[in-house]
């Protein structure tokens, strides 16, 4: 599915990152994983880097090669580190990669961010996530968490609502349109990582229980990474500006509940 693609794929020293990279080593793409750790074992090159600074793209989007096939952003933070660092990496870090990385991208090429059901307030907080993707560049992400209001606690749910926004927006965006390139997003319910400890401290069990008791089971990696690795295929070659919910029917059975059908 993935012969002769070259695929950058963020987070690949552990959960999500790390199974889509090992998969799409299998599906026969050639793999660049980057993380700010070090990977155990890890599938193709590894190039160390830390996306939660401009300075720390930069110097990530200078070490790599001319041509790229697609870019897995799966690289995240829990916000148990507060909301500053969370918004730069899950937002402002993962978007700075994608518009250094769109002139290296081949044309019809694919980004797949992962986001999150946790983005899924996006609709009912519109004007502050508008607001915020609307800061261009690696602003002062202290400074703009000020300027919204954002509380400390809401860092996690609040990248991933600009995630997805940008992710619709980005679509339609002439640096990546003008070429091509394909932009979606993956939206994983609670999926057995070790970030999944850390939410559990951030929301509490009971929150995470209760995900987890709608829909039966937690995921696993192995349910998230081949989604993400079709979004980065040929054979998603029309899926654009897209969210698809990989979380075994979580967001089916809270639209029922908050729409009311
Ligand atoms: N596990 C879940 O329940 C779940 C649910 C929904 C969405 N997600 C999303 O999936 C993605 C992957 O999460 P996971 O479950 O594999 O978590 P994980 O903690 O197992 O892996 C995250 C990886 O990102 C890396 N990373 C963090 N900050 C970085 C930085 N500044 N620069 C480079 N690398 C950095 C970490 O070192 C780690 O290897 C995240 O974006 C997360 O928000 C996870």
Not at 13 to 18: K, L, P, V
Not at 55 to 75: E, F, K, S
Not at 80 to 109: C, D
Request: aromatic content about 6%; charged content about 20%; glycine content about 12%.
């Amino acid at each position: 599915m993935l012969f002769g693609k070259t695929i950058l794929i963020t987070g690949v020293a552990s959960g999500i990152g790390a199974r889509t990279a090992e998969l799409a080593g299998q599906l026969g793409a050639d793999v660049i994983g980057v993380d700010m750790r070090e990977p155990v074992d890890h599938q193709g090159i590894f190039v160390k880097a830390d996306i939660s600074s401009k300075a720390g793209v930069d110097d990530l989007v200078a070490r790599l090669p001319q041509r790229l096939d697609a870019l897995c952003n799966v690289a995240g933070l829990s916000g148990n580190t507060g909301a500053a660092p969370t918004l730069a990496v899950n937002f402002y870090g993962l978007r700075a990669l994608s518009e250094a990385l769109a002139p290296k991208l081949r044309e019809g090429g694919a980004i797949v961010n992962v986001a999150s059901i946790a983005g899924y307030g996006w609709r009912a907080n519109l004007n502050r996530a508008a607001s915020m993707v609307s800061v261009e560049g690696f602003p002062d992400v202290p400074r703009v968490i000020a300027d919204h209001a954002v509380k400390n606690e809401e860092g996690y749910p609040v990248s991933k609502e600009l995630l997805l926004l940008w992710t619709f927006r980005a679509a339609h965006q002439e640096l990546f349109k003008s070429r091509g390139i394909r932009i979606n997003a993956v939206s994983p319910g609670p999926v057995e990582t070790p970030i999944l400890k850390q939410f559990r401290s951030v929301l509490g069990d009971a929150k995470v229980d209760s995900d987890i008791a709608r829909v039966g089971r937690a995921g696993t990696s192995g349910d998230i990474a081949p989604v993400v690795l079709f979004l980065c295929s040929d054979g998603a070659r029309w899926i654009n500006g897209a969210n698809v919910p990989v979380d075994g029917g979580l967001e089916a059975s809270i639209n029922a509940e908050v729409l009311g059908f």
